[in-house]
């Protein structure tokens, strides 16, 4: 996707918001400074032109240098993977005792798209999960999946965030034991960007016991052009299903067309981009198969 | 005051905005367009000393440019004020049949800083008014007030939207009633500017009826530097109260001293900023006199 009126405003929010709940005495100076690099990046690239992934990129390298980190979120995708592992069992039976598992999982790994272990939402997961209503899947192209999952031989999920990566792993398992001929890949980013999961969390949550995890790119959503070898094989692979999670993913593959391929977005609407797009509403869940345009 | 981080992208959410609200049918990248204007803007400038309102009127002259309009809220600002005007004589007895008429007409003129006429707002403001409880007023100046107003002999009101001002106006006959001896002069900017009051809404609202009104400046905010002789005058006026009405004019004040003057900041909390400047919450209520540093 390229850059929407939406987006501007939010990337200086980004900066913002980054830097206060990274640094909490950080000076408005400080902010201000960092914003300030944003400002002449855009003044110096073509924004019609450049690919929200690179520039969310350029974001979270601006975060970094300010905090002197190369992994600022370090410390905070720890902690969401040890929650979103305490939840695990309670979340794993609830899952397999369901009339539709695999139906089930795709709704647990939409929610765990919005876990915020930050604050008093940790028990807000095993809430929402209980009080879910199939109506906030506002987009619901299940039956199209599962006819889907018959017939082909792989499936590529691209990850989004730490906490979150625990229950794309029950997700896994639970295709797994419906569909155990059908090969699953898991893809995390290339380098550590914002919360979203790398080989670390991978190996922290032991998704790397499970299946085969390979790296994307060091963007914040797909970008081609920065992905690893692996990543365009397995992307581009003939019977495959690509499952992409989240907002960051869904932002970097809106807009272009990759007709042979066969793609689901699974996420939380997060912003009133997606509301525009999506005309659905924040707080909605989509499961949706990528069509020509979307 | 100064640029702040919650700033930046507020600037060009507000381009977004006020395209959007003024031209349903406006492309995604015309707005962008209007947006880059801002950023070459900003890149050029040092964001660190430039003053709020003067940044506000070029976000807005980028506006009128777009939609090649010189005043583009015109028709709107109309409509505000013919809305306003239908409930005055409602809300008139209300102040009049109050306890403390000028605190009620305070409160009156605090609500209607936030009239929005747009969509099912119209009937909110009678609602909110009958409704209001005195803990929303959550910085209440109103006994220093009350004492200052027996000592001095005129009053400054600078005004902020089209709407609000027919409550100014109430407010301003029920000062008169009790206090008949202090001179009244209300200020409206000297150039449209957003959806803030002009001679025009004065003229319209028969404000111009009632006491002096004067031109303040062409941006959305106090700029003493480009404000004309006559609203310097009542400005710096020996015995002089001042009330800065909204968000705009407050944070305009905001981290200018001026030790001589007595102002008084009457307004609706509207954004994260006002929350960490005035340790308050979006949508409480601040009649607050001036102090160093605020």
Same mark, same amino acid.
């Given at each position: ?39 002449t ?5 073509n ?69 915020d ?34 017939k ?48 670390? #969390?991978a ?5 790397? #016991?499970?299946?085969?995890?390979i ?8 970008h081609?052009?920065?992905?690893t ?5 397995y992307f ?20 272009? #067309? ?13 912003c ?16 949706k ?6």
């Amino acid at each position: 996707m390229k850059l929407e009126p939406e987006c501007v405003g939010c990337l200086f929010n980004q900066i913002m918001r980054a830097l206060k709940t990274l640094k909490h005495d950080l000076l408005s100076e400080d902010i201000l400074q960092a914003q300030k690099k944003l400002i002449t990046h855009l003044s110096n690239i073509n924004i019609n032109k450049e690919e929200t992934p690179v520039i969310g990129k350029f974001v979270y390298d601006i975060v970094s240098e300010t905090l002197n980190e190369p992994d600022p979120y370090k410390h905070i995708k720890k902690q969401y993977n040890e929650l979103a592992l305490e939840y695990y069992s309670k979340v794993e039976k609830i899952v397999n005792n369901s009339e539709d598992p695999v139906l089930k999982a795709i709704i647990v790994a939409a929610i765990a798209n919005t876990i915020d272990f930050g604050s008093q939402h940790e028990i807000d997961f095993i809430s929402d999960l209980k009080h879910f209503q199939m109506e906030k899947l506002v987009i619901n192209d299940y039956d199209k999946f599962k006819d889907t999952l018959t017939k082909k031989t792989h499936i590529l999920i691209v990850g989004d965030n730490s906490g979150e990566i625990v229950y794309d792993k029950l997700l896994i398992s639970t295709i797994k034991k419906k569909y155990p001929e059908i090969k699953i890949v898991y893809a995390v980013r290339s380098a550590p960007i914002i919360n979203d999961v790398t080989i670390e #969390d991978a190996k922290f949550v032991k998704m790397v #016991d499970l299946v085969q995890v390979i790296e994307s790119c060091p963007t914040p959503g797909i970008h081609i052009e920065s992905s690893t070898e692996e990543f365009k094989h397995y992307f581009y692979l003939e019977d495959n299903i690509i499952i992409s999670k989240g907002q960051g993913n869904f932002e970097s593959l809106y807009g272009l #067309d990759f007709p042979d391929l066969e793609i689901y977005y699974l996420l939380k609407a997060k912003c009133t981009l997606m509301e525009r797009l999506l005309d659905v509403k924040i707080g909605d869940f989509i499961f949706k198969k990528k069509t020509i345009g979307f």
